[in-house]
């Protein structure tokens, strides 16, 4: 299957490279460029044991890719899953400017919905 996962720090990273690892396809989008460039050069942010080689095989096996491309991310996946930030807002709430601004850009551009 086609997915998306946008955001790609602790939560999307390893939620992207566990299912490209059980042979979905799978697109993953964010808005630091620096970022998904170092990824696609191999470079793996953060540790989890496992990760990094789950990671490089799937790159290099074509089923995990790294974008900053929403439009492309988005045409591709069937399914949208969003792994973004929630910072803690001013008064102790979680701050989800990230995650609607992601719900935001998904539905301006999904097609036949």
Do not use: W
Not at 77 to 87: C, D, L, R
């Amino acid at each position: 299957m086609n997915l998306t996962v946008f955001g790609i720090g602790y939560v999307g990273l390893v939620q992207a490279a566990v299912l490209a690892e059980v042979g979905h396809d799978v697109v993953c989008v964010d808005v630091d460029a620096a970022k998904v460039e170092r990824l696609n050069q191999g470079f793996i942010p953060i540790f989890e044991p496992g990760l990094e080689a789950l990671v490089r095989e799937n790159h290099a096996a074509g089923r995990i890719v790294f974008t900053t491309d929403a439009s492309m991310a988005v045409r591709h996946g069937a399914i949208q899953m969003i792994a973004v930030g929630t910072p803690q807002g001013e008064d102790g709430s979680a701050d989800l400017k990230y995650v609607l601004s992601v719900a935001d850009a998904i539905g301006r551009e999904m097609a036949g919905a």
